[in-house]
Structures are given as C-alpha cells and as structure tokens.
C-alpha cells in the first residue's frame, strides 16, 4: 500500500477519535452536574431555596419553618390535585430593610397528553417579612404553597 492510501485512513482515525472524546466528555458533564450550589440561608433567594426543595421535596415540616406564622396560620395544607414543581429558578431578588419580594420561574411536569410528557413554566414570586434579624415567607407562591396545616403555636 502506497503512503497515499494510508493518510485518508489516519485522518479518519483521528477524526472518529476525537468525536468518542467528546462524546464521552458531554456525557461526564450531563451525569456530573449535582446539585446547584447553596445560597446564604441568611438571605432572602436562600431562605427561597431551601422552603422550595422542601415542597419539591414533600418536606412540609421543614417547609413549615420558612413561614411567618401569619402564612402558618393561613395555610390550610397542600393542594392534594396539584403536582410538586419539578424545578424552581431564581429569576430576581428585590431586597428592603424588613421586607423583601424573590421572583422565582417554577417548571412543572404532566405525565398526560397525546404526546407524552410535558412540562410548562411561569413566573410568580414570594414575599419575605424579616422579624428578629431572620427572613421568613409571608406568602409563597399558590404553587408552592405546602405546609402541615397546623397554625403555629401562639
């Protein structure tokens, strides 16, 4: 076989190579990802963070102490008909001396429709009272909205 002949072949090699690298780097960075990195729990989007992994979670005695007791004592429980989010998304913090308002972009998923699964998103946000130097919810979103029902203790 002439030198000629063999280059295509090289290159080919070479070529095939490179693409199962990337490959195998895409599917490292997909199955790697984890978890996303923990806000401040000091701060409002942090106290957000962890009051909505507990709903997603179905964590509601952990979702309960996020919330002033106003939003305790308002809250009847979950929405038994409604799905838990698959995902919550820090959209914007607007932070003041005593109160503060987190906008959040909420992903749910339906296992219905003639296609398969689908999932939908809006926006909505959580309003935050600061007492005693800690940010509580005072009013989660209607999606989010997951607690004992059981007011707190006066």
């Not at 002439?2 to 080919?12: C, F, G, H, Q, W």
């Not at 693409?19 to 599917?27: H, M, P, S």
Request: glycine share 8%.
């Amino acid at each position: 076989m002439s030198d000629a002949a063999r280059k295509p072949d090289r290159i080919l090699f070479v070529l095939i190579g490179v693409v199962g690298l990337l490959v195998v780097v895409a599917l490292a960075v997909v199955f790697t990802r984890g978890e996303p990195a923990a806000l401040d729990e000091a701060s409002p989007a942090g106290v957000v963070q962890r009051y909505s992994k507990a709903v997603i979670d179905g964590d509601n005695a952990t979702a309960d102490s996020y919330l002033t007791d106003a939003a305790r004592s308002r809250c009847r429980g979950g929405y038994p008909g409604e799905p838990r989010p698959a995902r919550v998304v820090l959209v914007s913090t607007s932070e003041r001396t005593d109160s503060a308002t987190v906008r959040v972009s909420i992903v749910q998923q339906s296992q219905g429709g003639p296609f398969g699964p689908s999932e939908y998103e809006m926006e909505d946000a959580f309003s935050l009272l600061k007492a005693n130097g800690t940010w509580k919810i005072d009013q989660p979103p209607y999606i989010l909205t997951a607690c004992s029902g059981v007011p707190a203790k006066q």
